[in-house]
C-alpha cells in the first residue's frame, strides 16, 4: 500500500519562525549532520510555502484594487 504524504499547511508567521529556528541551528553549529539534509529539506517546503502565500496575496490584493479601480 502506497503511503500518500501531504504537505503540512503552517501559517506564513509560523513557517517563517521555523525557518528562523532551523538557521539559528546551522548557524550556532547545533545541528547534527546526520539531520542536516532534513533540516535542508524542511527549510527549503517551508520558504516555498511563504513564496506561495506571498504570491496568492499579491494576486487578491491586485484584483481587489483593480475591482476598486474599475468601480471609479
Do not use: H, P, W
Not at 500518500?4 to 547545533?30: D, W
Not at 481587489?64 to 468601480?71: K, R
Amino acid at each position: 500500500m502506497a503511503k500518500t504524504t501531504k504537505k503540512q499547511e503552517v501559517s506564513y508567521a509560523e513557517a517563517m519562525a521555523e525557518v528562523e529556528q532551523i538557521l539559528a541551528r546551522f548557524n550556532t553549529q547545533q545541528m547534527d549532520v546526520d539531520t542536516l539534509a532534513a533540516e535542508v529539506k524542511r527549510a527549503t517546503e517551508l520558504i516555498a510555502q511563504c513564496k506561495e502565500r506571498l504570491v496568492r496575496a499579491e494576486r487578491e490584493v491586485a484584483e481587489v484594487l483593480g475591482t476598486e479601480e474599475g468601480s471609479r
